[in-house]
């Protein structure tokens, strides 16, 4: 079994940033597919970002220019680095790992076998 722990998000002001961080335990972190979604109030679950196993990145045209995401192995660690945030950005953000090893990067909710329980980032106006 997965294990996905997120972290590091708040309240920021507009124009800021924040790094979320999501420990990831139970298996090879290396080989799997790691992603980045978020859900605000009243909308569906969307795709933020991912990270493949040879670290290919994919990124929401949203977030594309502001978030980095990236992975620490050594760690068993994926980051998701977001600057200049905006109030729009507000949502819970989840980190979600794809079950099956060597998986390409996928946008698709339904194709990540493992969810975190999510963090909030709550950008103020």
């Known amino acids: 079994q997965v294990q996905l722990v997120e972290s590091g998000g708040g309240l920021v002001q507009a124009g800021g940033s924040l790094r979320l961080s999501c420990a990831a335990s139970?298996?090879?972190?290396?080989?799997?597919?790691m992603g980045w979604f978020r859900q605000a109030p009243g909308k569906e679950r969307e795709f933020v970002a991912a990270?493949?196993?040879?670290?290919?990145?994919d990124y929401a045209d949203s977030v594309k220019g502001r978030f980095t995401i990236s992975r620490d192995n050594a760690k068993n660690t994926v980051y998701l680095q977001m600057n200049s945030l905006k109030p729009e950005d507000t949502a819970v953000y989840s980190c979600?790992?794809?079950?099956?090893?060597?998986?390409?990067?996928?946008?698709?909710?339904?194709?990540?076998?493992?969810w975190g329980q999510g963090t909030q980032v709550t950008v103020s106006s």
């Open positions: 139970g298996r090879t972190f290396s080989r799997y597919t």
């Open positions: 990270i493949g196993w040879a670290v290919s990145t």
């Open positions: 979600a790992a794809r079950g099956s090893p060597i998986s390409p990067t996928t946008r698709r909710v339904s194709e990540y076998n493992y």
